[in-house]
């Protein structure tokens, strides 16, 4: 049975940090790309950052790039994502996600590119 579990959200300050964690079970870690994705009520499920299967690319939507980071640790079976200078607009529920392809990062993108979700967790900055 695939889980991914997702950890580490909460409530923030405006300008604060969070690192979420997403722990895998049920797949091979190393054969899949890792993405994040996020959602409000009432929008979308919006794409975050991706890593591709085996490290070497990432990509961050433009609203989040340089201010968060993504990264993978396979002898871990996890995946990160690392949220700097946080802003209430980032408030959603985070949902990591995966996909088994072997592609770069910036090709996954999209909600319907991955095979496996998460539960989510919620993250919420207040102004």
């Known amino acids: 049975q695939v889980q991914l579990v997702e950890s580490g959200g909460g409530l923030v300050q405006a300008g604060g940090s969070l690192r979420l964690s997403c722990t895998t079970s049920g797949i091979i870690f190393n054969t899949h790309a890792m993405g994040w994705f996020r959602q409000v009520p009432g929008k979308e499920r919006e794409f975050v950052a991706a890593?591709?299967?085996?490290?070497?690319?990432?990509t961050q939507a433009d609203s989040v790039k340089g201010r968060f980071t993504i990264s993978r640790d396979d002898a871990k079976n996890t995946v990160y994502l690392q949220m700097n200078s946080l802003k209430p607009e980032d408030t959603a529920v985070y949902y990591c996600?995966?996909?088994?392809?072997?592609?770069?990062?910036?090709?996954?993108?999209?909600?319907?590119?991955?095979?496996?979700w998460g539960q989510g967790t919620q993250v919420t900055v207040s102004s």
């Open positions: 890593i591709s299967w085996s490290g070497a690319t990432t």
């Open positions: 996600a995966a996909a088994q392809v072997a592609l770069r990062a910036e090709y996954i993108t999209g909600a319907s590119d991955y095979n496996y």
